[in-house]
């Protein structure tokens, strides 16, 4: 599988951004997916995650009530849509998969099997 996140940029505080991760390789329908960010100088951190049947979704606590992970399967995709950006989101967001999920959305990077590329966001004051 391979994953490849989009939809980064420069934007004001306030602002709102959609980030996509297009899968290729196989369907990532059952698969866990989740959103994670790295900002410079401190550890990757998991942001948002989504398991399938029935859709279960799990938020970090600083994003809670601004972002949303949803999945399109027809697309293959996974969205993150963030919404009253804020400048301590900075950071380069990365999507992950794990092949075989559980009943809960797991937090720990050392699950995903695989990650994609990343893609930067730079929210300013």
């Known amino acids: 599988v391979q994953l490849q996140a989009s939809g980064g940029g420069l934007v004001q505080a306030g602002d709102s951004l959609r980030l996509s991760c297009a899968a290729s390789?196989?369907?990532?329908?059952?698969?866990?997916m989740s959103w994670f960010r790295q900002a410079p100088g401190k550890e990757r951190e998991f942001v948002a995650g989504i398991i399938s049947s029935p859709d279960i979704t799990y938020y970090a606590d600083p994003v809670k009530g601004r972002f949303t992970i949803s999945r399109d399967n027809a697309k293959n995709t996974v969205y993150l849509q963030m919404n009253s950006l804020k400048p301590e989101d900075t950071a380069v967001y990365y999507c992950a998969a794990d092949r075989r999920p559980g009943v809960n959305v797991v937090i720990r990077p050392s699950v995903y099997d695989y990650w994609g590329q990343g893609t930067l966001v730079t929210v300013s004051s």
């Open positions: 390789g196989r369907s990532i329908s059952t698969y866990g």
